[in-house]
């Protein structure tokens, strides 16, 4: 048995069947939730029990604008510290003009 990106566990598929991979785990969903009056919404019971949270506990959150991304505590700042900028991603992409195994024909 392997671990699955949801915190169940799936079986090794045979040897000779091919299995499909995506970039997101079968168990994603878009679910909707109401937001009380007082801005309080319930984090899903499947995260709860993936991030240890049953009873309860810190995540982190970032407003990015156009929607709020809850993460499990510690989370936020790892992925804000892989991030680059637009113009740090620029100059890494105009770095590359200048390799050969990267050109075109």
Known sequence: MLPDECGGRRRRP??????????YPACMSIQEYLVS?????????????RWDLDRGGP???????????TLPRGMGRKLLDDLVTRDQHAEFVRSLDDDPDLATT
């Open 37 to 49: 009056a007082s801005g309080q919404m319930s984090l899903p019971a499947g995260a709860r029990h």
């Open 14 to 23: 045979p040897l000779g069947i091919e299995v499909s991979l995506t970039k």
């Open 59 to 69: 995540v982190d959150v970032i407003d990015l604008g156009f929607g709020v991304l």
